[in-house]
């Protein structure tokens, strides 16, 4: 199956709680970066993490990184209408190929 | 600092047209990559390109598609004989560095085909 798998597929919580999102990959990765999609729009970018680092923040966005596990998760804390997207995981493989393997994304609502 | 541009937004073909999309790099960005999304999917990769070279194509299919990044201008997705099932949006993205860096994505053209 494809790398960068993101569980769950779609998500659907109260505004102020917190969204969580995890992605799950096969190989080894140079890095993992998660992106946002607002529908029928382009892709945002959040946060890159690198293999060699564990944890990230950008404002209320955590991001959190297994490389043992194979697995990383990003976390929305205090979550808002303008949340609502589809999240994805893109994963760059260390063996030297050259494309970022997208997942098929988390599709959050964030109910107001 | 303009981002990605991507033209056209919507574009609309018959089958058996040819259906050419354009992506313009963030300034200084050498390396463009294409990708497509079908309703509902994540993103699959086509194509890379560096400037006048074409760098990974494992994901173009081997027929009526065809990519270029030439010196000047901008990177041109084409294909050719559209059918139905070309159907989907085509997302660039653009890096100032190789593939391990951040890539910057357009908005996307919506191909349909009647």
């Known amino acids: 199956s494809q790398q960068g798998e993101e569980d769950p597929q779609a998500l659907s919580i109260q505004e102020g709680e917190n969204a969580t999102m995890n992605c799950s990959y096969k190989t080894s990765i140079n890095n993992l970066q998660w992106y946002r999609q607002n529908s029928g729009r382009g892709l945002v970018h959040l946060i890159l993490i690198r293999s060699n680092e564990r944890e990230k923040h950008s404002g209320r966005l955590r991001v959190t990184l297994d490389t043992s596990k194979k697995s990383s998760s990003l976390l929305i804390t205090a979550s808002r209408a303008a949340d609502t997207a589809s999240y994805f995981c893109?994963?760059?493989?260390?063996?030297?190929?050259?494309?970022?393997?997208f997942g098929t994304g988390t599709r959050l609502k964030v109910l107001a | 600092n303009a981002g990605v541009m991507q033209n056209p937004r919507h574009l609309v073909r018959r089958r058996g047209q040819e259906a050419r999309l354009r992506c313009s790099p963030m300034?200084?960005?050498?390396?463009v990559y294409w990708y497509r999304q079908l309703p509902e999917e994540g993103l699959k990769f086509m194509v890379y390109?560096?400037?006048?070279?074409?760098?990974?194509e494992s994901g173009m299919p081997k027929e009526r598609f065809s990519a270029e990044f030439p010196k000047e201008g901008p990177s041109i997705l084409r294909i050719q004989q559209v059918v139905r099932g070309d159907s989907a949006a085509y997302f660039c993205?653009?890096?100032?560095?190789?593939?391990?860096?951040?890539?910057?994505f357009g908005p996307g053209t919506r191909l349909t085909v009647l």
């Open positions: 300034k200084g960005h050498s390396h």
């Open positions: 893109a994963t760059a493989y260390t063996s030297g190929t050259y494309k970022y393997i």
């Open positions: 390109l560096q400037k006048e070279n074409i760098i990974d």
């Open positions: 993205a653009s890096s100032l560095r190789g593939t391990t860096d951040t890539q910057y």
